[in-house]
């Protein structure tokens, strides 16, 4: 009994295989993910950490499952293209609960992108400048990465530059200049 379900199986499996190609061409893999070389925090260099998600900086990689995708129909000229197809690609990423994330991070982040966070704290990003779903997904996730790290980046502190002694003693000896001028101008030779 069990060789014949197993013949059965195996007719059926060559059967598919004829319709369809090879069934290894259709069995779903998830994608390897990419491999990189991260300094952690106490300066050791790991070469073999797994990038799963949105690389912002060295140190910072949002992880996928925390971005919030959406597409939508985009606007503007495209004819049918644009009606029937959601090529419009929104990102969305929450920054106040988000556990990629440092608390200084979050206090950067939150400072500096006030003026573009949500109520819930959270940054959207739009794309809709290609036709491709795939293009504008990708074009919102580089716009999201670029964002956060101008964001992060230490900005340096100005140092006030000193004003050259040569250049103050020429601009006091020009104003001087200019005074005894005006005042040369107001002298009246009595008559």
């Not at 990708?138 to 050259?164: F, H, Q, Y």
């Amino acid at each position: 009994m069990e060789s014949c379900a197993i013949a059965f199986l195996r007719r059926c499996l060559v059967t598919v295989n004829k319709l369809f190609g090879s069934h290894r061409n259709h069995v779903a893999t998830t994608p390897r993910p990419l491999l990189s070389s991260v300094v952690t925090s106490t300066g050791e260099e790991h070469s073999e950490i797994p990038v799963t998600g949105l690389r912002v900086t060295d140190s910072l990689v949002i992880p996928r499952g925390e971005l919030e995708v959406r597409a939508s129909r985009a606007s503007g000229a495209g004819g049918q293209h644009v009606n029937k197809t959601s090529s419009r690609i929104e990102i969305s990423w929450n920054i106040a609960g988000s556990k990629a994330l440092s608390d200084e991070q979050r206090l950067l982040l939150t400072e500096r992108l006030a003026s573009r966070l949500s109520d819930e704290g959270a940054i959207r990003v739009v794309a809709s400048d290609t036709r491709s779903q795939a293009r504008n997904r990708d074009a919102a996730e580089r716009r999201l990465a670029e964002t956060i790290a101008r964001a992060l980046k230490v900005r340096k502190k100005r140092k006030p530059t000193k004003r050259p002694r040569r250049a103050n003693e020429a601009r006091l000896t020009e104003k001087k200049k200019h005074s005894d001028k005006k005042r040369e101008r107001q002298r009246r030779i009595p008559e």
